[in-house]
């Protein structure tokens, strides 16, 4: 293996939407030559609110149908769903010992999606980030790809892996770096440009799904609130206008294209003829990959297996990190 080893999860707990596909799974694709990359379909996570058991089954399918629709590999790569492998939630206790209730208090997400009742979230809600700092650590990964959105949950696996290691004075943990993609590290809601994309957004319109079809797509390009203006003249413009900038934003990342170059081309343009391109670009993105998830959805064996024999390579990792771990922390001898 490469010294250089990523780790990234993807919650099943919803449809898989661009900003997603933008934000985190392009970089899994884009880094897997130049990294021992693990990539983990998180259904632990997605327990800490309420699944249907039968949807949770097929979303986790579903991811995986995506990443490999996307061009990740599965034998390059280890790819394995979250609860196949029990060494994440054991790791996940020992540092929920190292972690202080301070540090999980100042979690933003955990403070949007508990919202005003706080007292009736589940606990799994609120030690969230403890179990993701142990997804990452358990395989000593030094890279992490995700979104804008976790890098708060980074920052406390850092502080975590810091503390314990201060601790029992060792270098057992290695401090996890963030990859984050600046141009679509925070893809937008259609609906509202200033909230992101999310999968649990009550209204369809808020997002593209990577499997939604032509028709849909344009659609929702349509719908895609914004100004009454024309098209903007400058990145200064388009940075003061919300909701046209995150159009702008999805264009240049599906185009792979510049930004300024881009509001060369339709500065004072009407936005109908930006949005139809817009359009036409993103289907450019979404159409290969949702037609490969299509048909590997027909076959729910392969996935699977696809998914246990990952398991089983994770496992080879995180049983013999634990095991060391145990050791260091005087739950077996040395
Ligand atoms: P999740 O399932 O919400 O999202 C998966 C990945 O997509 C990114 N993302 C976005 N990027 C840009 N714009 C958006 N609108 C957008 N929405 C989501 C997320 O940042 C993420 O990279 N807690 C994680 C899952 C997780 C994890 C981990 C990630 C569990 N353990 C360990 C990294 C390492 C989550 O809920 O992602």
Not at 76 to 100: D, G, M, Y
Not at 200 to 226: C, F, G, P
Not at 301 to 308: A, Q
Request: net charge positive.
């Amino acid at each position: 293996m490469s010294n250089k080893i990523i780790f990234s999860g993807v919650q099943p707990s919803g449809e898989i939407h661009l900003g997603n596909y933008l934000g985190a799974i392009t970089q899994f694709v884009k880094n897997q030559d130049s990294y021992s990359s693990i990539f983990s379909i998180v259904d632990l996570h997605a327990i800490t609110l309420p699944q249907d058991p039968d949807l949770l089954l097929q979303r986790s399918r579903e991811v995986l149908a995506i990443f490999l629709a996307s061009g990740l590999s599965h034998t390059k790569n280890i790819i394995f769903k979250q609860s196949e492998v029990p060494e994440h939630t054991q790791l996940s206790w020992i540092l929920s010992c190292t972690a202080r209730i301070g540090w999980l208090n100042r979690m933003t997400q955990f403070k949007d999606k508990a919202g005003k009742n706080r007292e009736n979230a589940s606990v799994g809600l609120y030690t969230y980030p403890i179990l993701m700092a142990a997804d990452i650590l358990l395989y000593k990964a030094t890279h992490v790809p995700v979104g804008d959105d976790q890098k708060q949950h980074l920052e406390l696996a850092r502080d975590i892996a810091h503390k314990f290691n201060t601790d029992y004075k060792s270098n057992f943990f290695i401090l996890p770096e963030p990859l984050i993609n600046k141009s679509s590290m925070r893809i937008m809601s259609l609906r509202d440009g200033s909230k992101k994309m999310s999968k649990s957004d009550i209204s369809d319109y808020s997002r593209v799904l990577m499997t939604d079809s032509n028709d849909e797509i344009h659609k929702k390009i349509k719908k895609a609130k914004t100004d009454s203006m024309k098209m903007p003249d400058s990145l200064e413009e388009a940075e003061s206008r919300l909701e046209i900038n995150n159009l702008l934003n999805i264009y240049c990342a599906c185009r792979n294209q510049d930004k300024k170059t881009t509001i060369a081309s339709y500065a004072s343009k009407e936005i109908s003829v930006f949005k139809k391109d817009l359009a036409e670009s993103i289907i450019s993105v979404v159409e290969p990959i949702s037609m490969e998830t299509n048909k590997l959805l027909d076959d729910h064996n392969y996935l699977d297996k696809v998914l246990s024999e990952g398991a089983l390579n994770a496992r080879k990792i995180s049983r013999k990190n634990l095991s060391e771990l145990y050791a260091l922390i005087g739950m077996i001898k040395r």
